[in-house]
C-alpha cells in the first residue's frame, strides 16, 4: 500500500540528527517539522531570512509578518533569529546547513532534479532550490512516485529543466526508499512501503536500480 504524504514526511523526519540545521522546500517538505523524533533538536531554516521555524501556529498565534519562504505563516521557536535574505542564502551557499528536504518533478538515475518548473506554465520562480542543492550537505527528495498521469517520476533524464545535477542523496517516495550509491551513481532500492513489491517499484520506474536483495519494509 502506497504511504501517505503524511507517512512519506514522517520516513524522512527519521534521517533528522540532533543539532541538526535544516531547510524544507515548499509543499509536503512543510509536514517533516510534524514528526520530528523526539530527543531531536533540529533548527528549521529558511531563505528568506529565519533560522530557528517553530510549528505552524494556531489561529490565535497567527503573526502576518512572520513567514517561511512559501509565505505560511510560521511560529518562532525560542532562541530563533532574524535576518536578511542575503544573510541566509550565505548560510547556504556556504555550506552551513546540514539538510534540505525538496519536493521534485522529476529525478534522474543520476541524481540530477527538476523541482522548479514546466514550460508553459507560470512560476514564480526558482527560489532558493538551485542554491539548497549546490550548498547543502545532504539532500532529500520526497515525492510521490509517478506523476498524476502515471508517468515515472524517476527517469533516466530529466526531460523538465534543472535545478541541479548529480545532487540527490536519497529519494522518499511513497512507494520506497532510495539512497545514492556515490560511486555507481545510480540509485540504490533499501526499502519498500508495506505490501509493495520490488518488481512494483521497478515498474514505475524508468531509471536503473541497484537492488541487493530484498529491500527492509518501512515500519511506522
Not at 540528527?17 to 531554516?45: C, H, K, S
Request: glycine share 10%.
Amino acid at each position: 500500500m502506497a504511504l501517505t504524504r503524511d507517512q512519506i514526511a514522517q520516513r524522512a523526519a527519521r534521517e533528522l540528527r540532533d543539532g541538526y540545521i535544516v531547510n524544507l522546500g515548499i509543499g509536503m517538505p512543510t509536514l517533516v517539522a510534524n514528526f520530528i523524533p523526539e530527543g531531536v533538536d533540529v533548527w528549521l531554516q529558511s531563505e528568506n531570512g529565519l533560522l530557528g521555524i517553530g510549528p505552524f501556529p494556531t489561529e490565535a498565534e497567527v503573526d502576518a509578518d512572520l513567514i517561511n519562504a512559501g509565505k505560511q505563516t510560521v511560529t518562532a521557536r525560542k532562541g530563533a533569529s532574524f535576518f536578511s535574505s542575503a544573510d541566509s542564502f550565505g548560510m547556504i551557499r556556504g555550506g552551513h546547513i546540514d539538510m534540505c528536504i525538496l519536493g521534485a518533478m522529476q529525478v534522474s538515475e543520476q541524481g540530477d532534479i527538476a523541482n522548479w518548473m514546466i514550460p508553459g506554465k507560470m512560476v514564480k520562480g526558482m527560489g532558493g532550490a538551485m542554491d539548497l542543492v549546490a550548498g547543502v550537505r545532504k539532500v532529500i527528495v520526497v515525492m510521490e512516485h509517478c506523476s498524476k498521469r502515471g508517468d515515472a517520476k524517476l527517469v533516466k533524464e530529466c526531460s523538465l529543466p534543472l535545478t541541479g545535477k548529480a545532487c540527490i542523496d536519497m529519494v522518499i517516495s511513497d512507494l520506497c526508499v532510495l539512497e545514492m550509491d556515490q560511486e555507481k551513481r545510480r540509485f540504490r532500492l533499501t526499502e519498500l512501503a508495506p505490501g509493495v513489491t520490488t518488481d512494483e517499484v521497478l515498474e514505475k520506474t524508468e531509471a536503473e536500480l541497484l537492488v541487493d536483495g530484498e529491500p527492509a519494509e518501512i515500519a511506522f
